[in-house]
């Protein structure tokens, strides 16, 4: 992605434009941060919907219930995995000598 952006990032002279790189990582860590939060809320509605599929007295409601909140789950946890591992990836690229 990094190549992909260079040429946006960079002036007409070639000189790197300082004010839209930190824009640029503001907003991707800005982005990645709400995609952490709304997925680890929708991860804990999952996991409390799965238990609480347990409580019911229908089998099909049951079945209906546990697959709807495991695919909830599943989503939402690679939600939470991919901000995880975006953000520590960009920490690193910003904190590793040049």
């Not at 190549?3 to 800005?30: D, E, Y």
């Not at 697959?67 to 901000?83: P, T």
Request: hydrophobic share 50%.
């Amino acid at each position: 992605m990094a190549q992909i952006l260079r040429p946006v990032l960079t002036g007409r002279n070639g000189c790197s434009g300082s004010l839209a790189q930190t824009a640029m990582m503001l907003f991707l860590w800005v982005r990645n941060i709400l995609i952490g939060v709304l997925s680890s809320f929708f991860l804990f509605w999952g996991i409390t919907l799965l238990i609480s599929a347990y409580n019911m007295k229908n089998p099909m409601e049951f079945i209906m219930v546990f697959f709807a909140s495991n695919f909830i789950v599943l989503i939402s946890g690679c939600g939470v995995l991919y901000a995880v591992l975006h953000l520590r990836r960009s920490y690193r690229e910003k904190n590793s000598p040049s």
